[in-house]
T-cell receptor
Framework: GDSVTQMEGPVTLSEEAFLTINCTYTATGYPSLFWYVQYPGEGLQLLLKATKADDKGSNKGFEATYRKETTSFHLEKGSVQVSDSAVYFCALGGSNYKLTFGKGTLLTVNP | SQTIHQWPATLVQPVGSPLSLECTVEGTSNPNLYWYRQAAGRGLQLLFYSVGIGQISSEVPQNLSASRPQDRQFILSSKKLLLSDSGFYLC????????????FGEGSWLTVV
């Protein structure tokens, strides 16, 4: 079945540092890939998505590229801010109307 | 995009009491609807999903049930709550023509005491 593996962290960075959160997947067919962000005490917000191989999703300075050859969708940001502190979820959307989520990565950015 | 309204935002219920969490969706029609639970820690567990009125699929056996009385309304219920039902419950909505993109409500914190 479909599965998503992401680095569990926690990840602690200083402001303006470079961020990478790794995400790899296993799926049949050609899934869509997503990154969601959850700020403390809130629901999940869609951060970015990619629907086919080599697509790059981007939003708020975050980027992720759909790499079919390595079955990966790593999240990157060149310069993190304190306000980026949150939990980040990688997810895969297959053909069955459901998303499969990774376990989440807690990011803390210190000033 | 869609807007998901979910309530109540917070509730504290005694063991053995009933539960009703309600979710409504705006900005789309015939959505796929979902209930997730997020227990202590961060993982998301899919509890129920629905592809249409009266169509409910359960992902895990548990003390909860779901109903979809209207196209954009999804209700999570329990007749008798257990301590283990405590958690953060999230309603979500998606459509297949949006590339399986799912949007989440703000969540409901349930504490069973």
């Amino acid at each position: 079945g479909d599965s998503v593996t992401q680095m569990e962290g926690p990840v602690t960075l200083s402001e303006e540092a470079f961020l990478t959160i790794n995400c790899t997947y296993t799926a049949t067919g050609y899934p869509s890939l997503f990154w969601y962000v959850q700020y403390p005490g809130e629901g999940l917000q869609l951060l970015l998505k990619a629907t086919k191989a080599d697509d790059k999703g981007s939003n708020k300075g975050f980027e992720a590229t759909y790499r079919k050859e390595t079955t990966s969708f790593h999240l990157e940001k060149g310069s993190v801010q304190v306000s980026d502190s949150a939990v980040y979820f990688c997810a895969l959307g297959g053909s069955n109307y459901k998303l499969t989520f990774g376990k989440g990565t807690l990011l803390t950015v210190n000033p | 995009s869609q807007t998901i309204h979910q309530w109540p935002a917070t509730l504290v219920q005694p063991v053995g009491s009933p539960l009703s969490l309600e979710c409504t969706v705006e900005g789309t029609s015939n959505p796929n609807l979902y209930w997730y639970r997020q227990a202590a820690g961060r993982g998301l567990q899919l509890l129920f999903y629905s592809v249409g009125i009266g169509q409910i699929s359960s992902e895990v056996p548990q003390n909860l049930s779901a109903s979809r009385p209207q196209d954009r309304q999804f209700i999570l219920s329990s007749k008798k709550l257990l301590l283990s039902d405590s958690g953060f419950y999230l309603c979500a909505s998606g459509t297949t023509d949006s590339g399986n993109t799912i949007y989440f409500g703000e969540g409901s914190w349930l504490t069973v005491v």
